[in-house]
């Protein structure tokens, strides 16, 4: 029998006219901050952005914006609060900071539960913060978000490239739009990654140089912008 709570999800995102999951099949290449910079940033274009945490290995986007303090209301569902300019959701507001060990399809009925009852306002974009990998969560967001598109994030390491190269391949395989890949923490000239994305038919955002002083803007969105990250982010913004 069909999931009755799959027909609602379409409803739930039919006021926002983009959905950007921002995803990566390996983890640790700083997906986490490369979407909270560009909600923060087409926010501060003046565009009407959502943020929506749905790392269910860790969901680190609060800690990000520093958003300790807020939590959804519920009228008919859940209405997610403001913070810095962005309507916010997350897991978090479900696990705290305990881990959420789910299995098969208790992913996929998490990710069913928090698409069903969250209530988005009209958006301009609504950013995804993705797990990482390609297995069901990544699977299930194809599925139950018909309009989504993709920006993948990799590491100049041959290791995360080739697992984010097999996610680029099953996206294409399955006629899922692409934005294109950031290339993060980038610390030498080697245009290797560029040369192999633009060679697989995927358009290459930008590269971030790796940035220390990324730690200390953790927990202030302002700050963000300073830093490698948010600058190149902001730039990539604009052609969103």
């Not at 709570?5 to 926002?16: D, F, K, Q």
């Not at 299930?140 to 190269?165: G, H, M, N, W």
């Not at 490698?228 to 969103?240: F, H, N, P």
């Given at each position: 029998?069909?999931?009755?709570?799959?027909?609602?999800?379409?409803?739930?995102?039919?006021?926002?006219?983009?959905?950007?999951?921002?995803?990566?099949?390996?983890?640790?290449?700083?997906?986490?901050?490369?979407?909270?910079?560009?909600?923060?940033?087409?926010?501060?274009?003046?565009?009407?952005?959502?943020?929506?945490?749905?790392?269910?290995?860790?969901?680190?986007?609060?800690?990000?914006?520093?958003?300790?303090?807020?939590?959804?209301?519920?009228?008919?569902?859940?209405?997610?609060?403001?913070?810095?300019?962005?309507?916010?959701?997350?897991?978090?507001?479900?696990?705290?900071?305990?881990?959420?060990?789910?299995?098969?399809?208790?992913?996929?009925?998490?990710?069913i539960e928090l698409l069903a009852v969250?209530?988005?306002?009209?958006?301009?974009?609504?950013?995804?913060?993705?797990?990482?990998?390609?297995?069901?969560?990544?699977?299930?967001?194809?599925?139950?978000?018909?309009?989504?598109?993709?920006?993948?994030?990799?590491?100049?390491?041959?290791?995360?490239?080739?697992?984010?190269?097999?996610?680029?391949?099953?996206?294409?395989?399955?006629?899922?739009?692409?934005?294109?890949?950031?290339?993060?923490?980038?610390?030498?000239?080697?245009?290797?990654?560029?040369?192999?994305?633009?060679?697989?038919?995927?358009?290459?955002?930008?590269?971030?140089?790796?940035?220390?002083?990324?730690?200390?803007?953790?927990?202030?969105?302002q700050k963000l912008f300073s830093t490698?990250?948010?600058?190149?982010?902001?730039?990539?913004?604009?052609?969103?």
């Open positions: 029998m069909a999931d009755p709570r799959t027909s609602i999800i379409p409803e739930r995102l039919s006021r926002v006219r983009r959905v950007v999951a921002v995803s990566s099949g390996k983890g640790g290449v700083g997906k986490s901050l490369i979407a909270t910079s560009l909600a923060l940033s087409l926010a501060e274009r003046g565009c009407r952005v959502g943020l929506f945490d749905l790392d269910f290995t860790s969901p680190s986007t609060h800690l990000i914006l520093g958003a300790n303090d807020v939590q959804p209301t519920e009228d008919k569902g859940l209405i997610p609060p403001k913070v810095a300019g962005l309507e916010y959701m997350s897991l978090v507001y479900y696990s705290g900071n305990e881990a959420a060990p789910l299995r098969g399809a208790e992913t996929s009925n998490a990710l969250t209530l988005w306002n009209e958006l301009d974009y609504l950013v995804i913060d993705s797990p990482p990998g390609i297995g069901d969560a990544l699977l299930d967001l194809v599925r139950l978000v018909p309009q989504i598109e993709f920006l993948i994030v990799t590491t100049p390491s041959r290791l995360a490239f080739e697992t984010v190269k097999k996610q680029l391949r099953l996206l294409q395989e399955l006629k899922i739009p692409v934005v294109g890949i950031v290339e993060n923490m980038k610390m030498t000239q080697a245009s290797s990654v560029k040369q192999q994305t633009e060679a697989l038919g995927i358009r290459f955002l930008t590269e971030i140089p790796y940035d220390p002083a990324v730690e200390d803007a953790i927990g202030n969105p490698a990250i948010g600058r190149k982010v902001r730039e990539l913004s604009k052609t969103m």
